[in-house]
């Protein structure tokens, strides 16, 4: 079945380090992927995306990376700051069907020490 | 651009009650989602709709929980009868169209006793 799950459920950075979150997922026919992030009390904010048909986008200060052939994405976040720190989920779609479902990961939590 | 709107914020019943959480997407997005989000968990996918049709449905639990979206524009999810596991924040989203990424509400933070 369908399932996008991550590697890590904690990760703990000094602040200004460069941060690396996994994510695997097992839907071949995915071919759309968001990363989104989640502040307590808070609902998921869109940070990035990216289409199967690219391997790399980046964003302010974020870049997401896709290898197709393991099935994994990652979430680069350079220069992390104490407001980076929150709940980051993965989530995967399929951006040229009709009947996409959004489904999501279980989470890494990101800990930004000063 | 104003946000999805949800509420209540908050709700706390006694289990065997009913509840009903009301959204109200972005202007002009075609696609609905609600999600029950558990403490400590990623959100789970209840139901999305397609204006005014229901694309997927597969995990709400029918036999309690059902959902609708009005003339294609707000959506309504009740849950009747409550149970103690149904405690959980409900999210709901909204997206342009299929396929693309999707913008948050604040969520419903539900507590059944």
């Known amino acids: 079945g369908e399932s996008v799950g991550l590697h890590l459920p904690t990760l703990s950075v000094q602040e200004g380090d460069n941060s690396i979150i996994n994510c695997a997922y097992s839907n071949s026919a995915s071919d759309y992927f968001i990363w989104y992030k989640q502040e307590s009390g808070k609902g998921p904010q869109f940070i990035i995306d990216i289409r199967s048909n690219m391997d790399k986008r980046q964003g302010q200060r974020v870049t997401v990376l896709l290898n197709k052939t393991v099935k994994h994405l990652s979430l680069q976040i350079a220069a992390t700051q104490p407001g980076d720190s929150a709940v980051y989920f993965c989530a995967e779609n399929s951006y040229s069907s009709n009947t996409g479902k959004l489904i999501f990961g279980q989470g890494t939590t990101l800990q930004v020490k000063p | 651009e104003a946000g999805v709107a949800q509420s209540p914020r908050y709700k706390i019943i006694e289990k065997r009650q009913s509840v009903a959480f009301w959204c109200n997407p972005i202007s002009g997005h075609a696609t609905l989602y609600w999600y029950q989000q558990i403490l400590g968990q990623g959100p789970k996918l209840l139901i999305q709709?397609?204006?005014?049709?229901?694309?997927?449905d597969s995990q709400l639990p029918k036999d309690r929980f059902s959902a609708e979206r009005l003339k294609g524009v707000d959506s309504t999810l009740k849950i009747q009868p409550a149970k103690l596991e149904d405690s959980a924040v409900y999210l709901c989203?909204?997206?342009?169209?299929?396929?693309?990424?999707?913008?948050f509400g604040q969520g419903t933070r539900l507590t059944v006793v």
């Open positions: 989203a909204s997206s342009l169209k299929q396929g693309r990424h999707a913008f």
């Open positions: 709709f397609q204006n005014n049709g229901v694309v997927d």
